[in-house]
């Protein structure tokens, strides 16, 4: 069974600020002590950091809720509430986050502890400290914390690598990938034996090193999800350089030159931008007796094909895997690209400055509707904050909360609907008779 996950749907729920406290000194001799009550901790956040000893997104398969814990409640005497420990969140490099129920862009979560705030922790209520004036001197307002961001979010793994080996099934992709390189990929004479993204590192004599995926073999209608298809298309995007592996000893009865128009085709299909990255012709398997006949026509045919696009052709490096022969020049070369080529990205790949995202930026503050006869709804983020932050237990802060109300224009709009004195009006929880 594989272990490779590349796609995962998570919910994230930031922890809510502490509440504020309502209190009073009580001290001998001074019968009416001032305001004493502290302020909530700020809710924990929670935030994605990146882990480059991760490889999938295996450990959201089975663990997808997540919870930062809520500030503490502010106390008396004037003492604070603790803030929550953030909540720390390990991802795979590569990790693109992106809003659930919108598919809005959030975060490309690339380098080795990159960080990113996918949800805000509340901030905690003021306590009744913060409400004394000269006017009310011992005000009973608290609030309570404000509530910590919830969303859905949707994760997508696109394996990093520098280079990528293409091809179809059983070309010999795995082989080369452990004969260069510190991976132990799944080796068998069958077809479709790799089908998870394999990575290793390759290590050269003058200390440089750089990182080779071993891509699924792709097929023709991989572009249009048949066989392993799209879902490791995708993986190739962020490659600089591709290996395109060609059995040349047909060992398995295709063409050579058919199979490599065949990937061709797929990579135009998916994104033709994806044919200016700088590519090299692996002409794997020439220890077969057939090898060198077929290398001759697959290069006649290679420079009919490029001429007609008026293309540079790809230099071609006969090897033999299971010789080890010929791979010393390949690595060199590919080394050479991975140092000197610039990484070409694809059209839609755009540099979105990271920024912390909040859903309440394109909301309206409020919304009224009348649900039936004598019957309204409020609806709203901000409103609703607003509600959630009010101590409804002390009535100088639901007055507060009526001036609020008042202030943002909510009373106007129910009367413009055709709210009368007596009408129901609800909000969240929370339902109260309309006073004209």
């Known amino acids: 069974m594989s272990t490779f996950l590349d796609h995962a749907k998570v919910e994230v729920k930031a922890g809510k600020g502490g509440d504020g406290m309502v209190a009073f000194r009580r001290?001998?001799?001074?019968?009416?002590g001032g305001p004493a009550g502290g302020d909530g901790g700020q809710g924990g956040d929670v935030i994605f950091i990146v882990d480059e000893g991760l490889r999938t997104l295996m450990d959201f398969r089975y663990n997808r809720h997540f919870k930062a814990k809520n500030g503490e409640n502010g106390m008396s005497k004037s003492k604070y509430g603790a803030g929550a420990e953030d909540l720390i969140i390990k991802v795979p490099p590569g990790?693109?986050?992106?809003?659930?129920?919108t598919g809005q862009f959030m975060a490309d979560l690339v380098d080795n502890g990159q960080k990113f705030t996918v949800a805000k922790g509340g901030r905690g209520g003021r306590g009744n400290i913060r409400f004394a004036t000269h006017k009310n001197p011992a005000p009973s307002i608290a609030e309570n914390g404000e509530p910590g961001?919830?969303?859905?979010?949707?994760?997508?793994?696109?394996v990093l690598a520098d280079v990528a080996l293409i091809g179809y099934p059983s070309v010999g992709k795995s082989t080369l990938l452990s004969l260069i390189s510190n991976a132990k990929p799944k080796i068998a004479d069958y077809q479709f034996t790799t089908l998870v993204p394999n990575l290793g590192v390759v290590q050269l004599a003058n200390q440089q090193e750089f990182v080779v995926a071993d891509m699924p073999g792709l097929i023709e209608g991989a572009s249009e999800g048949v066989g392993l298809g799209i879902q490791f298309l995708r993986h190739i995007e962020r490659t600089k350089i591709m290996l395109h592996v060609i059995d040349m000893g047909a060992v398995h009865g295709r063409n050579p030159f058919v199979d490599f128009t065949d990937i061709m085709d797929e990579l135009e299909a998916y994104n033709e931008r994806l044919l200016l990255r700088p590519m090299l012709i692996v002409a794997n398997k020439m220890d077969e007796a057939i090898s060198e006949e077929n290398l001759e026509i697959f290069e006649e045919k290679l420079n009919a094909y490029y001429g007609e696009r008026e293309l540079e052709v790809p230099e071609i490096f006969p090897i033999s895997s299971w010789q080890n022969k010929g791979v010393d020049q390949l690595i060199k070369k590919t080394a050479s690209?991975?140092?000197?080529?610039e990484f070409i990205p694809l059209e839609e790949e755009v540099e979105v400055e990271e920024a912390y995202y909040t859903l309440e930026q394109e909301e309206a503050p409020f919304e009224v509707e009348q649900v039936e006869e004598g019957f309204y709804r409020i609806t709203g983020a901000q409103i609703e904050k607003l509600f959630a932050m009010t101590n409804m237990a002390h009535d100088e802060s639901i007055a507060r909360f009526q001036r609020q109300m008042r202030g943002m224009g909510i009373d106007q709009a129910l009367r413009d609907i055709g709210a009368q004195t007596g009408d129901i009006v609800e909000l969240s929880t929370f339902q109260f008779e309309f006073m004209d």
Do not use: S, W
Request: glycine share 0%.
């Open 337 to 341: 690209l991975v140092q000197n080529e």
């Open 27 to 32: 001290e001998k001799y001074v019968p009416d």
């Open 95 to 101: 990790t693109i986050v992106r809003e659930a129920a």
């Open 149 to 158: 961001e919830e969303l859905e979010l949707e994760l997508e793994l696109k």
